[in-house]
């Protein structure tokens, strides 16, 4: 933790029992973000989408510091420690000014069925209220609880004044929740007979075409009613979130720390292309910032691992390799002697060799991102790095071999020098 910045008690923070061991907190961690992770896809809000973002950012967090016993240990001292000097950074959800508050706080805590009750009670008091009926629907959501939520929706179309939002509410829901992309269709068609230029709706039928897998029509869609409507600001900030949604379903879940990471190079591919239609779309802060995590995940880093290996191949490629090369060269261009010349091809071949492989292990060695997390989860490097890393370890092995076996060469010709000296 840093100092000088309250802690946070994430037991509180995400209603975590402190009895519970390492495994449970996590199982209980890794569901919560999975449920926030639904919820982005359940929005285009930036303001939502920048507080999911920090609550999945907490959650990481958590994870990092509930689910490994010795970082546990330190966090529950830290904690015990800052407590005790007030230094603690605690929502309470008694002082909240009214239920809507209260259901938020709790829907932010992951605590979904109190986030109902509050909100529930606040549309008794209230039936118009458009964010109540909101926050009770996305809780039901959710815990997965359709039934529950699409009656409450008919409710509020019902009820409320802004019927266009729970009728969207109601087609994302049917998108990302229970895949129906027909009844997700009516809705949008609902949406287009009640105002033909509704920009949401048209940005919703993009949505709606990405998740059936038909992203070129989507991207079709999107220039033509740009072409049609140049000035159609809303309609291209909704398309480049909804974009931005759907690429991270392409993202895996890394089963040790339960955070989203990319691992494959076609889901890197996959998640540039999208993040860069968004960001021609409709380029702002979130548009620009996802982009730039996405080419993070482009960026090379060095492998440590090969660093032994690479080290002793240098060596050995810049000691000999480049001394080969120029004296295999004289003896190959002695044209009137078949047999120089061809001793003089293979010492360049093995200076060649020599400098070769600790170029291409150097190579392989700068990895992006995404090829690491792909190793990390399978293990797996590929085929040509496997092959290229499995010589460098035979050639520092048998370098290594060699090297020992000169020394004691030397060894044992100066003891038999010694020995001569002594008769």
Known sequence: MAKNVPMIDYYKEFNIDRTLDEKSIKQQLVKLQQIHLRRQSATNDKEELSILEEIINKIGDAIHFL??????QQYDADLEKAYAEGKVS????????????QAEQMFRRGRFKQAVEYAVEAIENNPTGEEAYDMAIRSYAAMEQYD??????NKAVGSVVNKDYFIWLSARLNIVGLHNYEAAQEKINELLERNPDNETAHSEQIFLYMHAGKED??????DQYIAKH????????ESAYNIINFSKSSYVTDPKDGVAIIADKQGYSRILKLRNKACEIYRDEYTKKMLDDAKFYGQRKFNKDNLKNLIWM???GICFGFEFIIYGGRAATDIGNMDNMMAGIIVI?????LLAMPTLLTVVSFRPYWQLNRIYLTGNAGAFETTVITIGNIYTFLVKKALWLLWTCIKLFVLFIR???RV
């Open 419 to 421: 020995e001569l000296v």
């Open 148 to 153: 529950s939520a699409f009656k409450l929706l």
């Open 217 to 222: 029509l989507a991207f079709n869609e999107i």
């Open 349 to 353: 071949l093995l200076g060649v060799f």
């Open 67 to 72: 689910t490994k016993k010795n970082l546990r």
């Open 230 to 237: 140049p000035d159609a600001d809303a309609f291209r900030k």
């Open 90 to 101: 605690t929502e309470d959800v008694s002082k909240a000014k009214d239920l809507l508050e």
């Open 314 to 316: 240098w060596i050995v």
